[in-house]
């Protein structure tokens, strides 16, 4: 009798080892389970004992990726900065002679709004709306002065010429998004909104050109520059490579892009000279085209 009772202990205590739950990480789950360290397999600990379970699986695996879930729309603020300049530029030697060779250079800003919508894992719509400033400057040397009302002869002397270009530009970008970094391409609509046009004249050295006036008193020489007549709208492609990371919880982008117009800026792109002092004139075509290179900063609020 005694080996009998004896023997069914053993055998109790076999049986309750064999169904004893096991967590996968060496723990039994009925004490893991008092504790609440057991995993269900997706970086989530199970509740203890006389909490609400997950129902199902597809629950559970939902809850997981619940904190990794980004909006698919977002919006931000944009601002981009750089370098602009012209390309298919006139090399006529009498459109040089009036206006210079192509040395324009200066800088190009935009600041607006920003849109992400995620298609999906790999492709983004990226529109923007943005006001936009391009501000270029040149400096070419002429010999005489001519239309100022004065028959005095400077000989040579310096041209520097600044013009302004306010627009209203919408980028409309597509963005694949690769490990680490994000391609994006697409065009640009710009409605121009006004510009400025101004001239300073100076000696070789750098000063401001001065000459007698009517009183033989020394006057600064100054020359109406003309409007500068640029399209109402112009179309422009743009390509560009950039970052994306999160500060304070906020998505952030960080990249550089490149903007060239398609079309002319200049409304007025057809001017003629006389060949020879003849009767015969000459047709040059002013396509001047902008291009920039902007670094490109994008804050988004969700």
């Known amino acids: 009798m005694k080996k009998f009772i004896i023997a069914s202990a053993i055998a109790m205590c076999l049986c309750s080892n064999a169904f004893a739950e096991d967590d996968g990480y060496g723990n039994d789950i009925p004490p893991a389970r008092q504790e ?12 203890a004992y006389g909490q609400t379970e997950y129902k199902s699986f597809e629950e559970a695996r939902a809850s997981s990726k619940g904190n990794n879930t980004r909006p698919s729309l977002l919006l931000g603020i944009h601002l981009g900065i750089g370098y602009a300049a012209m390309y298919d530029y006139p090399t006529d030697e009498d ?3 009036e206006f210079g060779k192509n040395d324009w250079s200066g800088v190009s800003m935009d600041l607006g709004l920003v849109f992400k919508y995620r298609i999906n894992a790999l492709f983004t719509f990226v ?12 400096e070419f040397e002429k010999q005489g002065m001519s239309g100022v009302g004065y028959d005095d002869d400077f000989g040579y002397y310096k041209v520097n010429e600044s013009r302004t ?12 998004t690769v490990p680490f970094v994000y391609l994006e391409g697409g065009v640009r ?3 121009n909104l006004g510009t400025s046009h101004d001239y300073e004249y100076t000696d070789e050295n750098g000063n401001a050109l001065r000459r007698l006036d009517e009183n033989h008193q020394l006057e600064d020489v100054k020359v109406y520059a003309g409007d500068w007549k640029v399209k109402t709208f112009i179309t422009s492609a743009l390509a560009g490579i950039g970052t994306t990371m999160r500060i304070n919880g906020h998505e952030c982008d ?5 903007i060239w117009d398609l079309i002319g800026v200049n409304e ?11 009767k015969l004139l000459k047709l040059v075509e002013n396509n001047s085209k902008l291009y920039t290179i902007q670094f490109v900063f994008n804050y988004f609020f969700g």
């Open 254 to 258: 960080f990249g550089v892009r490149v």
């Open 127 to 138: 529109p923007e709306v943005n006001f936009g400033m391009d501000y270029i400057l040149e």
């Open 268 to 278: 007025y792109d057809k001017l003629y000279y006389d060949i020879d002092d003849s």
């Open 165 to 176: 270009l306010f627009n209203l530009n919408i980028p409309l970008a597509l963005r694949l």
């Open 95 to 97: 459109f040089i002679w």
């Open 189 to 191: 609509l710009s409605f």
């Open 36 to 47: 609440g360290t057991v995993d269900d397999g997706y970086g989530n600990k199970l509740p």
